[in-house]
């Protein structure tokens, strides 16, 4: 069924671009905070280009300026207040169209404040208008009265609209929006609002498209992806016993004839891994976050089964305290998480983990502390993404007392990076002698003659090779370390 919203936002795309046409009009967006973010700047990026603009990475040329916020920790409002300041000036001189959009626009005193303080911007834009840029382009462009569309109800998931990908080879797929579970210290579920998947053909067709366009890598990208479609799944009491999958190669591959059958099936993350490995031309296949509570024998299974699937699995922690993970709601204790890093590497050996941590959330003891570094210890990530935590108002652990001084905070995040540091070291150089199968980047920052790719773990390798070799995948065997990078040549 066609979508009526987005019908009406290409109708629009048509009416801006008359409106610029031979203007030759320019735009610089501006990206703060995760993947999902990234993604919808694609999106709106696509839907600019359609309605005439070209991409500029000089700020001060362009005539529309669109910043995308996040506000998952403190330190981002003064940053894009500071930047909201500094280009008023633009503005003034030129008339540079400015929008504001992301997480942070759905946060009521951060609006509040934009009307009050920065009243020159001309379009804010919730989560769940995304889509409506440009019909809140064309109003402004035609009548210059402010535009503040956001929503406080969960958007529909819309198909259909353009895209505008960063990268020709790599590219990150959506699949669900939203989040259910209201993480004590997270202030996602209230900016993002419910879980809400797409369906499986949408995004399997995205992909089939994406392969014939030359793409060798995709990342499949939700708040919490191994809920895919859990939401509806509830409501419509699906039987999760059902594991078995009934659709084959073909049926993907025929997506066009398929897509009923495709989406009666594939209602599960272990399933949709299992039909993305389908597609040919894909060779790598990432995702990010899964949600510890919801790393089900199935998904485990898929991944055992599969030949494209990244072996390095982020897997967050937030913390190693089973006290401290109840207070933040997380569903699993320490033990749980262990048992769970435990199974995974005896279904998938070769297997590696990466994730996120929390230092200092409220309550925090030495002992909760001790537990983090003993999880670290145990699990020995490639990579650790490291938080100091940050009070987020609206959330239930900004309303706990018991917070713990920013000295302690940043005392044990420094021991906890030193562990993590002397961890990856002693990893690199394990490296040494394997070979990697692995995606041909570019040129090196540092050297022109030599290319780069990177390890499924998101290491850097430095490859002495020709450029013809640059978005293809090959075998590259690691021969030496260098504490920031590995050194690979091509077998
Ligand atoms: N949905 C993803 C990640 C969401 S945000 C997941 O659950 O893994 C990315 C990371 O930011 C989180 O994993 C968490 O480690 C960190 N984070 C979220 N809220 C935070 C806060 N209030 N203070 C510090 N770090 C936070
Ligand atoms: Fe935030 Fe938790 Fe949802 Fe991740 S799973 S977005 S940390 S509430
Ligand atoms: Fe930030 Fe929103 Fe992502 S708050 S982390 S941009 S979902």
């Known amino acids: 069924m066609q979508d009526r919203e987005v019908v009406k936002q290409l109708e629009y795309i048509e009416k801006v671009k008359k409106l610029n046409i031979e203007k030759n009009l320019k735009y610089h967006i501006v990206t703060m905070g995760c993947q999902l973010n990234e993604n919808d700047s694609e999106k709106m990026a696509g839907m600019l280009e359609r309605m005439g603009y070209t991409a500029t990475n000089n700020y001060k040329e362009a005539n529309l300026l669109l910043y995308n916020t996040c506000c998952v920790r403190e330190n981002a409002e003064e940053k894009l207040f500071g930047k909201i300041g500094e280009v008023k000036r633009l503005k003034e001189e030129k008339g540079t169209i400015l929008v504001i959009t992301g997480c942070m626009m759905q946060e009521a005193h951060i609006v509040e404040k934009i009307k009050k303080s920065y009243p020159f911007i001309d379009i804010i834009l919730g989560t769940h ?69 797409r369906k499986a053909s949408d995004i399997l067709l995205e992909i089939i498209e ?77 995702f990010v976050s899964p949600h510890p509570k919801d790393f089900t024998d199935d998904v485990i299974e898929a991944i055992r089964d599969s030949k494209k699937v990244n072996r390095i699995l982020h897997l967050p922690l937030q913390s190693g305290s089973t006290e401290i993970l109840r207070e933040m709601n997380r569903r699993y204790t320490k033990e749980q998480y262990l048992e769970l890093v435990d199974k995974i590497k005896a279904e998938i050996p070769d297997v590696l983990f990466s994730t996120d ?46 917070q713990v001084p920013d000295e302690i905070k940043h005392e044990r995040f420094n021991r906890l990076k030193n562990l993590v540091e002397s961890q990856f070291e002693e990893n690199n150089k394990k490296y040494i002698g394997k070979i990697e199968k692995v995606l041909i980047e570019g040129y090196s920052k540092n050297n022109d003659k030599a290319l780069t790719a990177r390890t499924d773990s998101n290491k850097v390798i430095i490859i002495e090779a020709d450029n013809s070799m640059i978005g293809k995948v090959v075998d590259v065997k690691i021969i030496s370390e260098h504490k920031w990078y590995l050194k690979g040549v091509i077998v």
Do not use: W
Request: net charge negative; aromatic share 8%; charged share 30%.
């Open 129 to 197: 208008t995304l889509h409506k840029l440009p019909e809140d382009l064309y109003n402004i462009l035609n009548t210059k009265k402010k535009i503040r569309d956001i929503l406080n109800i969960d958007g529909k998931v819309h198909e259909g609209l353009p895209i505008k990908r960063n990268n020709n080879k790599k590219a990150s797929v959506t699949i669900m929006y939203g989040c259910n579970n209201f993480c004590t210290y997270c202030i996602v579920p209230y900016v993002r609002g419910r879980e809400r998947s």
């Open 210 to 286: 994406l392969a014939k366009n030359g793409y060798k890598e995709v990342t499949l990208l939700g708040q919490n992806v191994n809920s895919y479609m859990r939401s509806e799944n509830e409501r419509e009491g699906y039987d999760y016993k059902n594991t078995e999958m009934n659709i084959t190669k073909e049926d993907v591959m025929n997506i066009d004839n398929e897509k009923d059958k495709i989406d009666e099936e594939v209602k599960t993350f272990a399933k949709l891994l299992r039909a993305v490995e389908m597609i040919d031309g894909i060779e790598i296949i990432r």
């Open 357 to 402: 941590i929390i230092v200092g959330f409220p309550g925090e003891s030495e002992q909760d502390f001790q537990d983090t570094l003993d999880v670290v210890r145990k699990v020995n990530y490639e990579q650790v993404f490291m938080f100091i935590y940050s009070i987020r108002e609206g959330t239930k652990a900004a309303l706990i007392e018991d």
